[in-house]
């Protein structure tokens, strides 16, 4: 269990004095303290967290409790408390689409925005609007420090001739990510979540001789939004940028273009071509949407 108060200043420094400090600073936090059936972040901002079985009774002691609930989705590899920790989460969008761009972000998401970016509705983008995703992601904007690599179709389709699909994705994970670390420095974030698309070894495999490979605190989860809201607010920002790119394609285009690789994409895809676009500024040409496009153009001569 989990419970979570909010204190004034003094309460905090008197749970500073209370507690006995054995163990290690989260970003953020002023105390860090583990007891019998009770483990307590105290936070800057007066936010206090309890963990463990004893969580709401100790929490009781001190305040009204503001939320209480169950831990995240847990793992035995991953540190301990890992939903509340200071995380730089990333995840990428697009890779199923045959229209529009490879979007990859990555945002770190201290320990005192937790709760708040989970308050707010933060979850996998997936579950949420276009219109939720918008404001989301404003919002996300201006409280973490994030990163966007939006791959145009006409880069990625130069791209995905020198790597494949999964090894292009590691090398966008790594970049974004780099780049939040550097905006964030010296700050370091408590553990690196990457949803999880291939295995670690797999994903260190692709990124060899590059110039700088995030090594360090680096975790793979499946669903990683289960884990920490920061995947889940990667994916978010991720998602909102794409749909900029795809409105701006789609004004280009003439026509709105639909996601996915369907029947209905082959459709608007012949349009296209027939119309003379070249596919290459909206496509991710190595799809099979693209074979059916020249049976149809073919077949039209």
Known sequence: MQAVIKVTPDQLDKMASTYPANRKLPNGAIFASKITGATITGYKSGKVLFQGPLAEKEADRWGTIVTSNSPSKSAPDLPPNFDHLAVLGSDEV????????????????????????????????????????LELAK???ESCPYHVLDLAPHDYNRLINQ?????????????????????????????????????????????????????????FKEKGESYHVAVAAASIVARAYSLATMNQLSDEAGMT???????????????LAKAGKDLDHFAKLHFGNTNKVKQALKKAN
């Open 94 to 133: 697009g890779t199923g689409a045959y229209f529009g761009p490879l979007t990859t972000a990555a945002v770190f998401v201290p320990a005192d925005q937790v709760d708040a970016l989970i308050k707010r509705g933060v979850k996998d983008s997936k579950k949420l609007t276009d219109p939720k995703i």
């Open 139 to 141: 919002a996300i904007e």
């Open 163 to 219: 790597y494949n699909q999964a090894q292009l994705k590691a090398l966008c994970h790594n970049f974004v990510l780099l780049k939040v670390l550097d905006k964030i420095a010296p700050t370091k974030p408590d553990a690196i979540l990457i949803d999880q698309f291939v295995q670690a070894r797999t994903y260190f495999n692709y990124l060899k001789g590059q110039a700088r490979i995030l090594r360090e605190r680096v975790y």
């Open 257 to 271: 273009l639909p996601i996915g690789a369907g029947s209905k994409v082959d459709q608007v895809a012949i349009k």
